[in-house]
């Protein structure tokens, strides 16, 4: 087991943070994780992050940085399956996260062969898929659902996803005919507001974008 310290920032390095169990993250206000190697989840397992803080838009919420996952992983997201695809879920509570995606893979939500079950409540979560993958949502060969909606606090969630290569910002990879299902909901208050903003670019490979929500560039999975 990884000790961390209370406060501060702990820093994993290149290795991935692998979450092997049913597992409840909370990041102290203004403390954060940061690793280049990924958060990967096991098959058939949650993970759950929250974060102590009360400000908007992640200025005083704890934070978890993820860079540099391998190929065919999300930055935050489940296990490569083989034959059989692997189910994960991940459940974005409160936190200022900001994540990066392998190639193929998506910044967070689903790897390669994998199918992911994300919420995404009173957070603010910045994702930037890999080459082809979606920013929030699914990989090539992986399939997702996606829900951005506030939920139980007094704040409303703050999302800013990119994508290249073909992928949705928002939605599906490129070339997958896997299905995926993007749910956005607005504030449940009349003062407050749901923060969504979705990029999808060109790259040397791809000289159309995927949509900024939505289908991936040549995706023929369901899309709801």
Do not use: W
């Amino acid at each position: 087991m990884t000790s961390m310290p209370v406060d501060g920032i702990y820093d994993f390095g290149s290795t991935p943070v692998k979450i092997s169990g049913n597992v409840k993250l909370v990041l102290c206000a203004g403390c954060g994780i940061t690793t280049s190697g990924g958060v990967v989840v096991a098959n058939g397992k949650t993970l759950d992050v929250y974060s102590g803080g009360s400000t908007k838009y992640g200025k005083n919420y704890g934070y978890l940085i993820v860079t540099g996952a391998p190929d065919g992983y999300a930055g935050i997201g489940g296990e490569i399956g083989d034959n059989n695809y692997n189910s994960v879920n991940i459940n974005i509570h409160t936190g200022f996260i900001e994540t990066h995606g392998g190639n193929n893979a998506s910044g967070i939500g689903a790897s390669r062969k994998c199918n992911c079950n994300l919420n995404i409540y009173t957070a603010t979560v910045i994702a930037y898929s890999g080459l082809g993958g979606a920013g929030i949502g699914s990989a090539v060969d992986g399939s997702c659902t996606v829900t951005i909606k506030r939920y139980g606090s007094s704040f409303d969630p703050y999302v800013d996803a990119y994508a290249t290569g073909g992928g949705a910002a928002i939605g599906q990879a490129s070339n997958t005919k896997s299905s995926t299902k993007v749910y956005i909901y607005g504030s449940e208050t009349p003062f407050g507001e749901t923060k969504v903003f979705a990029t999808a670019a060109a790259s040397h490979d791809f000289i159309y974008p995927g949509t900024a929500i939505g289908g991936g560039t040549y995706s023929k999975g369901d899309l709801i």
